[in-house]
């Protein structure tokens, strides 16, 4: 018998992993403003708006790696 692609989609966990909620919390909390975060093998990716934030962020990279427990390189970019 087989599965529709609806009932595969639905029996998948579509929960972020902790890095992604931690960073996007981070943002949310310290700048209330919403950022794309994406993981990768050897880096982490924040997508943000402005160029005043991204600015802002590369002054706490270390403070976003402690909290998310990581060794990744965090990469932040301008444009969502």
Do not use: W
């Amino acid at each position: 018998m087989t599965s529709s692609m609806k009932d595969l989609l639905q029996i998948r966990d579509y929960n972020e992993p902790n890095k992604i909620g931690i960073i996007k919390l981070f943002i949310k909390q310290h700048y209330d403003a919403e950022a794309r975060v994406t993981v990768q093998p050897k880096q982490i990716l924040i997508n943000v708006n402005g160029a005043a934030l991204a600015g802002s962020l590369q002054m706490q990279i270390y403070e976003m790696q402690q909290a998310c427990n990581t060794q990744k390189k965090l990469v932040i970019r301008i444009g969502m």
